[in-house]
Nanobody
Framework: QVQLVESGGGLVQPGGSLRLSCTAS????????MGWYRQAPGKERDLVAT???????NYADSVKGRFTISRDNAKNTVYLQMNSLKPEDTAVYYC?????????????WGQGTQVTVSS
């Protein structure tokens, strides 16, 4: 299993920026995919952005052009840079790590960090 610790959540005004961090308990070069998901009250948990160990990225349509996912292998950390934030971005954001090995898919989740966009 992989332990994931998120940080960087908080309150920000519409149009503002915030950067989330997720630090893993093992080298992220050995993790196939790391990413971010979010869940608002009464809604399903949805994909926000993912990044593979070789740099391929995937973004939800609602955040394309505003959010950027990146990695720092030396720090075992993945980031989510969020710009031009909107009230509808308000949610609990969860870090995710997926390892495909031994014929199975292994997924780990952080405990979540609250992001609130409000004036």
């Amino acid at each position: 299993q992989v332990q994931l610790v998120e940080s960087g959540g908080g309150l920000v005004q519409p149009g503002g920026s915030l950067r989330l961090s997720c630090t893993a308990s093992r080298s992220i070069s050995s993790i196939n995919t790391m990413g971010w998901y979010r869940q608002a009250p009464g809604k399903e948990r949805d994909l926000v952005a993912t990044r593979t160990s070789v740099g391929s990225t995937n973004y939800a349509d609602s955040v394309k052009g505003r959010f950027t996912i990146s990695r720092d292998n030396a720090k075992n950390t993945v980031y989510l840079q969020m710009n031009s934030l909107k009230p509808e971005d308000t949610a609990v954001y969860y870090c995710n790590a997926v390892i495909n090995a031994w014929g199975n898919r292994y997924a780990s989740w952080g405990q979540g960090t609250q992001v609130t966009v409000s004036s």
